[in-house]
């Protein structure tokens, strides 16, 4: 995984009310990349169960977006704002919450993190060779969405886990910027709206 390739990039912006940040930590564990998400825990009333990286809305306190992602991954996992190389960052996301979301990479300790049980069911550490193997990636394009249209969902399949929507997106361009992976071209099936989702 190579980071520099985020500085040759010139992310999106996207101008929304309802402004988010996350932070995409990158961690070196046995002398290979890995990325720390979180699970969400259940009872939360957006995207409950689903994988994430450390992030949040903004708040009055917060100067920056970055602060916000900084903050957050804070409260959520315990990662100090005073551990963490902020490198770059993605384009911006929609979310169908309504919220734009600027996702931040940063360099981080490999050390336990501790989850704030309010927001986060659990911590998973996944590494980047299994996130880039394409045996564990498909997509598929979801036709006729009524407030999306035609949309491709990317699916991650680690340990167990299965990374996608927002996330998904963040972790396509992440990889993109970083590692020979590329998605392909075309996605695995074509399915309706209403189509069950891989997860």
Not at 78 to 100: C, H, N, P
């Amino acid at each position: 995984m190579d980071l520099s390739g985020l500085s040759r990039h010139t992310p999106a912006s996207v101008v929304a009310r309802r402004e988010a940040a996350v932070l995409a930590p990158v961690i070196e564990r046995d002398g290979a990349a890995h990325l720390v998400f979180t699970k969400r825990a259940d009872h939360l009333g957006e995207h409950p169960g689903q994988m994430s990286f450390p992030g949040g809305g903004r708040e009055p306190v917060d100067a920056t977006l970055s602060d916000t992602a900084l903050r957050e991954a804070n409260e959520e996992i315990g990662l100090r704002a005073d551990e963490v190389d902020v490198i770059s960052r993605l384009d911006d996301v929609t979310t169908s919450s309504k919220y734009a979301v600027r996702p931040f990479v940063g360099v981080a300790p490999d050390r336990e993190y501790v989850p704030d049980e309010s927001e986060v069911a659990e911590v998973v550490v996944l590494s980047v060779e299994d996130l880039s193997t394409h045996a564990n990636y498909e997509s598929e394009r979801r036709t006729d969405h009524p407030e999306y249209g035609d949309h491709r969902v990317h699916y991650f399949h680690v340990d167990g886990y299965t990374v996608w929507g927002v996330t998904g997106r963040m972790v396509v361009q992440l990889l993109e910027r970083t590692t020979d992976w590329r998605a392909p071209p075309e996605p695995d099936r074509v399915v309706g709206p209403d189509a069950d989702l891989l997860i």
